[in-house]
């Protein structure tokens, strides 16, 4: 089966479906420009990962770690959704019982107009306190120097996973239920590698869901998908969509 076809049969089990899945990944925001860590020769290539990401590194210097999220918050808001993030959102509009989990943290999807994101890895737009865990809307933080928490006086953080931090637990128990329950399964732009992303794709296929690969690239799941669409996130959803609206028209 060639691509095309492999749209066509995506489909014909979307039409028949009744909960559908979606795990998108940094592949689906890599085509709007947005880096999954840090550009090789950039500013912030001096620092390892643990230093600008982590507990430790937000102790040991928590300006640095604030200014380093700022840089990033700056390049996301002058990013847009690509075609991939449209259709998904257009998608969930359209089908019922539509789910969408993502690894991003870039608030894209939800730009392109998609609701109840489940987000794993919490989100960069969002923050909180280092402390006491209070949110804080964006509205109240400077973005040029560290925040204080206005309830308990600690450090504003990013509302993001760091290395080492658990994952939200309510937002993976939701994705697993949803894996779960699910008879097509999309995993999108991404490598699927690490828990619990890694696992929802497999909850879904042993449970008998049809488990599609939206990837230009071979991934750990490539092996066990049912159908693997070799295109970018950007080309094959648009036509999925197209495809689907053709079908329910008819
Ligand atoms: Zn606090």
């Known amino acids: 089966m060639d691509n095309l076809d492999k749209i066509n049969k995506v489909v014909e089990l979307i039409l028949e479906s009744n909960n559908i899945t979606a795990l998108t990944g940094a ?14 020769n950039g ?31 700056n390049i ?29 943290v870039d608030g894209l999807h ?16 969002r923050n909180k306190c280092f402390d006491c865990n209070q949110i804080h809307e964006e509205s109240v933080i400077n973005n040029e120097s560290l925040n204080n ?3 308990c006086n600690g450090l504003i953080r990013p509302d993001v996973v760091w290395f080492g931090e658990m994952l939200p637990e309510k937002e993976i128990k ?15 732009g991404t490598s699927a590698e690490v828990y619990p992303a890694a696992d929802l794709p497999l909850i879904a ?3 008998g869901a049809v488990v599609v690969e939206v990837n230009p690239e071979l991934t750990q799941l490539s092996d066990y998908v049912d159908i693997k669409i070799e295109l970018k996130s950007g080309e094959a959803m648009p036509l999925i969509l197209e495809e689907y609206k053709k079908r329910i028209n008819k």
Request: include cysteine.
């Open 149 to 151: 928490c206005k309830a």
């Open 43 to 73: 500013l912030w290539s001096k620092f390892s990962p643990l230093e600008l990401a982590s507990i430790e590194g937000f102790m040991a210097n928590p300006e640095r770690v604030w200014s380093w999220y700022q840089y990033r918050v």
């Open 174 to 188: 939701l994705a697993q239920d949803l894996s779960f329950q699910s008879d097509v399964f999309l995993s999108i």
């Open 110 to 125: 939800q730009k392109a107009g998609s609701e109840n994101v489940i987000e794993l890895h919490g989100s960069i737009i």
């Open 27 to 40: 592949g689906v925001s890599a085509e709007s420009g947005i880096s999954t860590f840090r550009d090789k």
């Open 205 to 207: 296929k042993r449970n």
């Open 76 to 104: 996301i808001n002058n990013s847009n959704p690509n075609d991939g993030h449209f259709a998904l959102a257009e998608l969930q509009k359209i089908h019922k019982n539509f789910s969408l989990v993502t690894q991003n």
